[in-house]
């Protein structure tokens, strides 16, 4: 490098800062392109969040506490953009879409879920009190279990007489639930991190049958909850120029202060 300095001083020392200008050029340039393959990079990885998000079918899975949890990709696109593939959509995804556009107009909307649950009794034994009264002919079960609460009143069922049709009224009848709910990034770098959407139901007799969700296309696990290697990329990106200027000033400086030297 410096027999190179040498030659340059001898034939031209205005040669020096040429080549060092042209090498700034090409930092630039590089800089530039590297912007255009992050953006290229990025847009991939929506469209694929995306065609997942789409192609993605409910998974069930026991949590720590014994309760059924259900999951499914969330989509990650702008409104504008779901509209445009509306037609690709199912009914589920697009009542999703239709409530998201009411939320989205006064820009309040960040995450979205609409979910399909169902109360399921395959088989059901009531293991509570029964009371039988003769004198009008009715029997009274009740119950309050943790996950069932009902009064139920049978009549005309004693004594048993086939001209008498015996009737069942429900006087009460509650299945207590609690559901939690999750959005979490999915550990998956090359994919981008997708969100996904989780539901749990504390009783066993309640299944969430589908889940189609939806999160603002900004939220980018990068910004939210960066490493440590990207922290420093995000610092060198929005630094990058006074760094360049910076690095600049010491080459040209020190091309200038060797040909002032010589």
Known sequence: MKK??????????????????????GGGIFKLQ??????????????????????DSISYVTNQYGEVVAEKLTL???????????????????????????????????TAALIDAEVLIDSLLGAGFVEVN???????????????????????????????????MFNYFQMPNTQFVEFHWKNDKKKGYPIAFSTSNSSPYFKTSNINSYAIPELYKET???????????WFM????????????VVIGAGGTYMLMK
Request: aromatic share 6%; hydrophobic share 40%.
């Open 4 to 25: 190179i300095l040498e030659f340059f001083a001898e034939k031209n020392r205005w040669a020096i800062l040429l080549v060092l200008m042209l090498l700034l050029v």
């Open 134 to 168: 003769p004198a009008d002919s009715s029997i009274n079960f009740t119950d309050t279990t943790e996950f069932l609460v009902y009064d139920i009143t049978v009549g005309k069922a004693v004594p048993a007489n086939p001209e008498v049709k015996p009737t069942l």
């Open 76 to 110: 990650q696109e702008s409104v504008k953009n779901l509209e445009k593939i509306k037609d690709d959509l199912t009914a589920s995804q697009k009542e999703l879409l239709k409530r998201v556009k009411e939320l989205d107009k006064d820009k309040s909307i960040i």
């Open 224 to 234: 939210i909850d960066p490493t440590g290697w990207q922290k420093f990329g995000k």
């Open 238 to 249: 929005k630094n990058g120029k006074i760094v360049g200027f910076v690095a600049g000033g």
């Open 34 to 55: 590297h912007n255009k393959i992050v953006n290229l990079r990025n847009e991939n990885l929506t469209e694929v969040k995306l065609r997942n998000a789409l192609l």
